[in-house]
Every structure is written in structure tokens, then in C-alpha cells.
């Protein structure tokens, strides 16, 4: 670590503490040269996992995003916004889990539709009717009628 003072790179560590969010490491040094004392901070440093996007765009993952898309689907719908809270966390945390770069926009959209799935079957088709880019009616009974018998099957 270099000394702000003096510039020079060999100091001791005095003291090392966790931060209060337990995110960062904060340690007291002293200046082996000039013996001025000084504070610097350790943090993980977070990776960004990009999402490629149907038309060729890239963009940082954005937890709101999900939890917005998730909002909309389940409008009017008697769902507490902090189960979307935790939806829209468990679809983070098991991306950040992937350890990847990069991740394609359709992994999202999936995960997205499972959660509501399990959750509320009118949630689910308002967001696939979107997310699939249903044409017509056709296109939604479809939809509909695999939601159905897939509850049938055991």
C-alpha cells in the first residue's frame, strides 16, 4: 500500500476491522518511512453479469427490472410485494451463483415465469403473454391449456 504522504510502499498493519455491513475491511497503517499513520478499505469487488438481450444488446443485470416485471404481472393480483422482493432476490442470488459474465435474457424470463408458475396462474400468463410475444389468442389458449395440463399431471 502506498503511503499518501510520502509515497513509499512498505507500512504495517495496526488495526483491521469489519465494517458494520460486513462488506468491506477496514485497516489502520502506519508508514514504515515517515511513520504517519493512515486508513485504507478492502471490499470484494463486485462482478457485473451482463444480460445479452433477443436483439443483440447488452446490459448490466438490474434486480429492479425483475421486480418491476414482476409488479406488472401480479397487478391487482392479492400477492404481498415482499414475495416479489424475494422472487426477484432468489433469481439474483441464483445468477450470481452461475458465476458467469454474461447470461442470456431468456434465462431471466424463464426463471421469472417459473417463480410464477408455482405462485399465481393469472400472473404467470399476463407475463408470458409478454414475454413469449404472444400474436393472438391462439397463441395465449396455447399457453393456457399447457398451464393446465401440466397441474393435472402429478
Not at 66 to 94: M, N, Q, T, W, Y
Not at 96 to 123: F, H, P, Q, R, T
Amino acid at each position: 500500500m502506498k503511503c499518501p504522504f510520502c509515497g513509499n510502499t512498505e507500512d504495517k498493519v495496526i488495526d483491521s476491522r469489519t465494517s458494520k455491513e460486513g462488506d468491506s475491511i477496514r485497516r489502520r497503517r502506519e508508514c514504515i518511512k515517515c511513520a504517519r499513520r493512515f486508513t485504507s478499505y478492502e471490499r470484494v469487488e463486485d462482478v457485473v453479469t451482463m444480460v445479452a438481450k433477443k436483439d443483440g444488446r447488452r446490459e448490466p443485470f438490474d434486480t429492479n427490472k425483475v421486480k418491476a416485471g414482476l409488479v406488472i404481472s401480479c397487478k391487482k393480483r392479492p400477492i404481498e410485494i415482499e414475495i416479489l422482493d424475494r422472487i426477484a432476490e432468489d433469481i439474483e442470488r441464483k445468477l450470481n451463483a452461475l458465476n458467469v459474465k454474461e447470461i442470456e435474457s431468456s434465462w431471466i424470463g424463464e426463471a421469472i415465469m417459473s417463480a410464477l408458475k408455482d405462485l399465481d396462474k393469472v400472473a404467470y400468463v399476463r407475463f408470458a403473454s409478454v414475454y413469449r410475444q404472444f400474436r393472438d389468442i391462439n397463441d395465449l389458449m396455447d399457453e393456457v391449456k399447457t398451464l393446465f395440463d401440466s397441474k393435472e399431471k402429478p
